[in-house]
């Protein structure tokens, strides 16, 4: 499991000012729920503002969080889902959204939390999305990501 060496966040900080959008794929509902509820609730307990859209996948993410920071978003939660097939689709997929995200947020100077599962199967995303029973839960993790960040960026601009 990948949990890992992960940092221990357990005081949440006051996000109040900060506008963050959370964009979430369509795929693999039940896993993308989970994520979105975690990212929520971590916002929602930081006090910052935020909203939801939707996109159609994970390929979508970057150019919706590109038009976020462009709407004066201050931080983007990306959430997806890719479960690995039988064809390369997978590689082309899971890369484009890395580089497409980690692209947006270097031309913006704003972060975006990276919550999009690479999978070999469904249970793996069922352990990581935060539901009743889930070891990990990505999307609370990707939003307390942003948010820290934000913060941190805000604080360098003074």
Known sequence: MSGTGAPNTPTPVDASGLSVVVIAGTWHDTITDGLIAGARRVLDAAGADHRLVRVPGSFELAVAAQAAFAGGADAVVALGVIIRGGTPHF????????????????????????????????????DRAGLEGSTEDKGAEAADAAVRTALVVRSLRG
């Open 91 to 126: 590689d082309f997929v899971a890369a484009a959204a890395t580089d497409g995200l980690t692209r947006v947020s270097l031309d913006a100077g704003r972060p975006v939390g990276f919550g999009v599962l690479t999978l070999d199967d469904e249970q793996q995303g069922l």
